[in-house]
């Protein structure tokens, strides 16, 4: 199975900031859109973000629209999410992995989901 890798998740105060990165090391998704998503503690896993395959269209979870960014660098088969003054609901672990031209269901099955990256926001 082929996965994304996340990474960039820490500890990190209210008010602080974060950048996610996601890495398509085998090159296999380059023209799929991707999408962040993130499960807290006891809870259901959410969509957070997505990012169409050439970057030209994003969306965003109404809880985090002008704080976190999405983008990706196609030379470097690397998707980011900038995250912008955190709040400590936005503690859990974050997923990226392929999504559907919607931008916000999961293209595949959970064999193409990796292991995520923990963000934790104190207050």
């Known amino acids: 199975q082929v996965q994304l890798v996340e990474s960039g998740g820490g500890l990190v105060q209210a008010g602080g900031s974060l950048r996610l990165s996601c890495v398509d090391s085998?090159?296999?998704?380059?023209?799929?859109?991707v999408g962040w998503f993130r499960q807290a503690p006891e809870k259901e896993r959410e969509w957070v973000a997505g990012i169409s395959w050439n970057g030209d269209f994003t969306n965003y979870r109404d809880s985090v629209k002008g704080r976190f960014t999405i983008s990706r660098d196609m030379r470097k088969n690397t998707v980011y999410l900038q995250m912008n003054g955190l709040k400590p609901e936005d503690t859990a672990v974050y997923y990226c992995?392929?999504?559907?031209?919607?931008?916000?269901?999961?293209?595949?099955?959970?064999?193409?989901w990796g292991k995520g990256t923990l963000v934790t926001v104190s207050s």
């Open positions: 992995t392929p999504v559907k031209p919607t931008l916000d269901t999961a293209y595949f099955g959970e064999d193409y």
């Open positions: 085998e090159h296999a998704f380059s023209h799929y859109s």
